[in-house]
């Protein structure tokens, strides 16, 4: 996980868990961590994007209580959408 940090927010910059790791509740421990630290630092988000074709990182995302932002088009070379979510901290 890479966070940054930014003036009202922590963006998840990229979160991957290791294939064998996976569904083992790895990735939501680390998102609990990212929270944590954006509560210490008195931030009001924690946000992150991710592809729109990206199910189960969506699925995870909404789990963990992130809200649809907004959309980012073409926002890769191949010309997929970028869907923005954001937690309220
Ligand atoms: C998205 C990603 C980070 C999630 O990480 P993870 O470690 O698999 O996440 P968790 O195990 O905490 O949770 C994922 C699923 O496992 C389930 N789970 C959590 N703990 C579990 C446990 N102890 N036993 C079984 N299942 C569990 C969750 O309910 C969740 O299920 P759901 O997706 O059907 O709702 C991981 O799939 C990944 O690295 N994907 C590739 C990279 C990527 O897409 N990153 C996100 C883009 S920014």
Do not use: P
Not at 25 to 50: C, D, E, P, Q, W
Not at 79 to 86: F, I, P, S, Y
């Amino acid at each position: 996980m890479s966070l940054v940090e930014r003036n009202h927010e922590i963006e998840i910059e990229w979160l991957a868990v290791y294939k064998d790791y996976q569904n083992k509740g790895v990735g939501s421990n680390l998102l609990h961590y990212a929270i944590s630290i954006a509560k210490n630092k008195n931030k009001k988000f924690l946000a992150v994007r991710t592809s729109s074709r990206n199910k189960k990182a969506l699925r995870f995302y909404r789990k963990l209580g992130f809200q649809k932002f907004g959309f980012i088009a073409d926002a890769y070379s191949w010309g997929e959408t970028q869907v923005v979510l954001k937690k309220r901290i």
